[in-house]
């Protein structure tokens, strides 16, 4: 008990620490930004050169010092690091010497289907929460200071997660009225769930939004109108935004954030990009191709976490940046002006239900014997499983347990033919799809 008490406390005087001038900081002059970036920069720099394997060999190998490295163009003397080397060598990436507080793994899929596991340090976390008031005063100034948000969600999800560790980890007073319920939920429970509580703001993942809220209105089910949408994890079409924002007259607002780093950028009231948190995330575009209206490769440095050091880590997505020189909401952080991240297909049933792929991923996401994997839909009921596991051994081992708890996601009555694989590929250029649906959602929706 007082143990946990003092941990508490400790949590406590780690935020309040981080709190003062969080809400400032969007406004400050370009310099004084540059400032903060650059010395959080040379900070985690000097951290990895010391206390983290890959950067301390890198930096010998390169002969390059620390003090080499003063600002965000000197990145470009440092190679991008690859999810795939993350994966396969964690141990590469966290401090040899770790701080007395254990660090706090969390699992991602990302785009590739493949489990990744990044560690975030108590510290970082903790001061998460004070930081995430520069992206609070957003909804504050559209919902008022008081507002409840309704979160749907799955289970396991990394902000489940975190937001548990922040109940564990600190006394922190004047949360949001939050209430939280399953993706699994059908339509009409969470339209049950929303006309309870009245929401102000509704989060969850891109894709689910657009599909409910469009399902929503096709079935003629009435629903209380929250005063804005939130979503994150991944994205929503541009018709799916349109459609909720011109039909139903709801403000739809997003968060860019990564299991590698939990604060990227964040919609203003303007809504015509990402805010970057330049001071917590460095964010670089490589590669533009004027193809894709001069579009590239999101490069991100993590400058806060110590759990897990990701210096010029390729994230996996498309984006570029803006030329504004200042947004209209008075805002001076950098603009990310577009971002084409990975908008998921939904899996829909022959009853009416639907199913998130962040669903289906919490089949396999306890299971390590699972290196990759990619569900299709064929038919409402018939789907094709692709599974790469270490070796056939232990996939002859898992594949039937597998199969049982994806039916019992699925139906019962559904038919799943699993295939070992020894690599999955990707369709052409396209990004990779954990959850392929061959099905026209048009038939499903009334």
């Known amino acids: ?156 999800s990394t902000m489940r997660k975190v937001w548990n560790l922040y109940r564990q980890l600190t006394y922190i007073p004047f949360r949001p009225e939050r209430h939280v319920v399953s993706v699994l939920d059908p339509v009409e429970k969470i339209v049950e769930q929303i006309n309870r509580i009245c929401p102000e703001i509704i989060m969850s993942y891109g894709s689910y939004l657009e599909t409910f809220f469009k399902l929503v209105y096709l079935r003629g089910l009435k629903v209380h109108l929250p005063k804005a949408v939130l979503y994150g994890g991944d994205s929503m079409t541009e018709d799916g935004r349109r459609f909720i924002e011109e039909t139903l007259g709801i403000p739809v607002l997003s968060r860019y954030n990564a299991v590698e780093a939990f604060k990227i950028g964040f919609f203003c009231e303007e809504r015509t990009g990402f805010h970057i948190h330049e001071d917590l995330c460095d964010v670089r575009i490589v590669g533009e191709d004027k193809k894709k209206n001069g579009k590239g490769e999101v490069v991100i440095s993590n400058l806060v976490n110590r759990g897990m050091v990701l210096i010029n880590y390729r994230l996996g997505d498309l984006g570029s940046l803006s030329n ?8 001076t952080l950098s603009l990310l002006s577009s971002l084409d991240g990975r908008v998921e297909d939904i899996v829909f049933l022959p009853d009416g239900k639907f199913i998130h792929p962040r669903a289906i991923w919490d089949v396999f996401k306890g299971r390590k014997e699972v290196l990759q994997y990619q569900l299709i839909q064929h038919e409402p009921r018939r789907f094709e499983l692709r599974l790469l596991t270490v070796d056939r051994k232990n996939y002859d081992l898992i594949v039937n347990d597998v199969i049982n708890d994806l039916k019992a996601l699925l139906g019962n009555n559904t038919y799943i033919e699993c295939e070992y694989c020894e690599e999955i590929r990707r369709e052409g250029s396209a990004k990779f799809k954990p959850v392929i649906s061959l099905c026209k959602p048009e038939e499903f929706m009334l």
Request: proline share 6%; hydrophobic share 30%; glycine share 6%.
């Open 1 to 156: 008990m007082v143990k946990d008490t003092l941990q508490k406390l400790y949590g406590n005087l780690v935020v309040l620490s981080n709190l003062k001038g969080q809400r400032r900081i969007p406004y400050l002059s370009r310099e004084r930004i540059t400032e903060l970036s650059n010395e959080n920069l040379r900070k985690t720099i000097a951290y990895a050169a010391y206390r983290v394997p890959y950067y301390r060999r890198l930096f010998k190998e390169l002969g390059i010092r620390p003090q080499d490295i003063k600002t965000k163009e000197d990145l470009k003397l440092l190679p991008i690091i690859e999810r795939e080397t993350v994966r396969r060598n964690p141990d590469l990436f966290t401090p040899d010497s770790p701080d007395k507080l254990k660090p706090i793994p969390f699992v991602t899929s990302g785009t590739s289907g493949k489990p990744l596991t990044v560690y975030h340090d108590i510290g970082s976390l903790l001061a998460n929460i004070a930081f995430g008031e520069r992206e609070r005063q957003v909804l504050v100034k559209l919902c008022g200071r008081r507002y409840r948000e309704l979160y749907i969600s799955y289970s396991t």
């Open 324 to 331: 504004l020189v200042e947004c209209k909401c008075g805002r």
